[in-house]
């Protein structure tokens, strides 16, 4: 069984964009789910440390680009002894192929853990064909 | 205090995280590094921070020990899908984790306090009185 299994430690991926940022500091890849209902495709991104009001998401030409930004000066007066993984903001975007209604989209975050739930535009949707 | 630039802070505090990765100050003890969760300890005044990321990780699945000086941090990660759904990407791992760290300070076991905020959990482990530097006046 998944549930079962023991957890193993990933290094984070970092981020390696077409454009340079104009800012120093790394920017790391969320890890993803994706799924598809019939009526919608739903995105789940682990972003630890991202607050709920530092998300930003925006959908143009399909393409779905999620930022999340973490609030860095909680380590102010933080001294590293010994350290295993490495902080910053998160990026990623995808290419959507179905069709999305915009307007719909809703996201949810807890835990650190992002979802988004993008309704499929109407005519994306499938459609039962009777045979006669 | 001048204010700092915050883009500069972000990659000090990343070259600063990059100077201490996995340096000695853990490795006493069987239990080492590099089980799960990743995490990070810093010092911050007299006491310690320990900071591991554990997005999607209930409070309620998340268990934390204090004996001695040894910390254990166990728990279940739980990862489920809707039963229509067809996946298109998989990157997210569920599982259960139990880790056990032992520092090599002495802490004040009763006054650890834990905190799990946006999948970050935090642990605030004074540092018991008796271990604590003593400035000795020079004469």
Aim: aromatic fraction near 6%; glycine fraction near 8%; charge should be neutral.
């Amino acid at each position: 069984m998944a549930e079962k299994q023991e957890l193993a430690v990933r290094d984070k991926k970092e981020l390696v964009s077409k454009e340079e940022k104009t800012v120093p500091g790394r920017h790391y890849v969320p890890y993803a789910d994706i799924y598809e209902t019939d009526d919608a495709l739903t995105v789940v991104m682990e972003m630890p440390g991202v607050e709920k009001k530092d998300i930003s998401v925006a959908l143009e030409n399909d393409v779905l680009r999620v930022e999340g930004r973490i609030d860095f000066t909680k380590y102010e007066g933080m001294e590293p002894v010994y350290t295993e993984y490495n902080v910053g903001h998160y990026a990623r975007s995808f290419a959507l192929s179905s069709k999305i209604d915009q307007d719909k989209i809703s996201a949810q975050i807890a835990d650190g853990v992002l979802t988004l739930t993008l309704p499929k535009a109407k005519q994306a949707q499938p459609r039962r064909i009777a045979i006669g | 205090m001048a204010l700092m630039d915050p883009f500069d802070a972000l990659s000090s505090l990343q070259q600063a995280l990059d100077a201490f990765r996995a340096s000695d100050w853990l490795a006493a003890g069987p239990s080492g590094g590099g089980g799960y969760p990743p995490l990070n300890v810093f010092r911050k005044g007299d006491d310690f921070v320990i900071v591991a990321e554990v997005p999607g990780i209930k409070k309620s699945d998340l268990e934390v020990q204090v004996k001695g000086n040894s910390i254990r941090l166990a728990g279940t990660k739980s990862v489920t899908y809707p039963d229509k759904a067809s996946l298109h990407r998989r990157e997210r791992l569920g599982g259960r984790f139990d880790r056990a760290v032992t520092l090599p300070v002495e802490i004040d076991a009763n006054g650890v306090k834990a905190e799990c905020r946006d999948g970050v959990l935090a642990l605030f482990l004074p540092r018991a009185e008796r271990d604590k530097p003593k400035s000795i006046p020079v004469a």
